[in-house]
T-cell receptor
Framework: EAQVTQNPRYLITVTGKKLTVTCSQN?????MSWYRQDPGLGLRQIYY???????DKGDVPEGYKVSRKEKRNFPLILESPSPNQTSLYFC?????????????FGNGTRLTVT | AQKVTQAQTEISVVEKEDVTLDCVYE???????LFWYKQPPSGELVFLIR??????QNEISGRYSWNFQKSTSSFNFTITASQVVDSAVYFC????????????????FGGGTRVLVKP
């Protein structure tokens, strides 16, 4: 089954404790991205990747890191989480190229930073 | 810059009533794509529809219908004869052709409209 898998689904942590949210897709998609969802703001892009070893900042990249060492994986790293990073996070993937193709979203990771 | 506005933050209806969700967008690109997603209480995002800027035909899918009007930059969504299972947050989103390669197929989302359907 074609899917984007995020783990964990729920995460509670404390300020400053490094964490990683994993994302994996099995569709051989070139494009992958991370979004955060906050009330009233919808989803906003954090980082995106066009292919292996090619990543760039989205609209709200502060406090986050990503890596794309393999095509299928795109982990989101919070090296020193803060309470304002409490949010619902989504990983997404799609085919590359210039033609618009639908984004496939993971099921989300709800992060709470105390 | 692209922008999507969903002015209604929450709508409450009684089952079997129709409900229309408004979506207004801003873009400088002549080629763009509009989307609606549903987010049920379980939290996942469910894709509902994608339309491109060259196709202004309205679309109907079961109890769902969409009205795309370029003249008013709107892409409204109507649920006919609402059911309790329609209770969810609905997002309108925009993808510009220029953002596909420039930003990894970035979607710009509206703030969402929460729909509560009461039995």
């Amino acid at each position: 089954e074609a899917q984007v898998t995020q783990n964990p689904r729920y995460l509670i942590t404390v300020t400053g404790k490094k964490l990683t949210v994993t994302c994996s897709q099995n569709m051989n998609h070139e494009y992958m991205s991370w979004y955060r969802q906050d009330p009233g703001l919808g989803l906003r892009q954090i980082y995106y990747s066009m292919n292996v070893e090619v990543t760039d900042k989205g609209d709200v990249p502060e406090g986050y890191k990503v890596s794309r060492k393999e095509k299928r994986n795109f982990p989101l790293i919070l090296e020193s989480p803060s309470p304002n990073q409490t949010s619902l996070y989504f990983c997404a993937s799609s085919l590359g190229g210039e033609r618009n193709s639908p984004l496939h979203f993971g099921n989300g990771t709800r992060l709470t930073v105390t | 810059a692209q922008k999507v506005t969903q002015a209604q933050t929450e709508i409450s209806v009684v089952e079997k009533e129709d409900v229309t969700l408004d979506c207004v967008y801003e873009t400088r690109d002549t080629t763009y794509y509009l989307f609606w997603y549903k987010q049920p209480p379980s939290g996942e995002l469910v894709f509902l529809i994608r339309r491109n800027s060259f196709d202004e035909q309205n679309e109907i899918s079961g109890r769902y219908s969409w009205n795309f009007q370029k003249s008013t930059s709107s892409f409204n969504f109507t649920i006919t004869a609402s059911q309790v299972v329609d209770s969810a947050v609905y997002f309108c989103a925009l993808s510009e052709a220029g953002m596909i390669k420039a930003a990894g197929n970035k979607l710009t989302f509206g703030g969402g409209t929460r729909v509560l359907v009461k039995p």
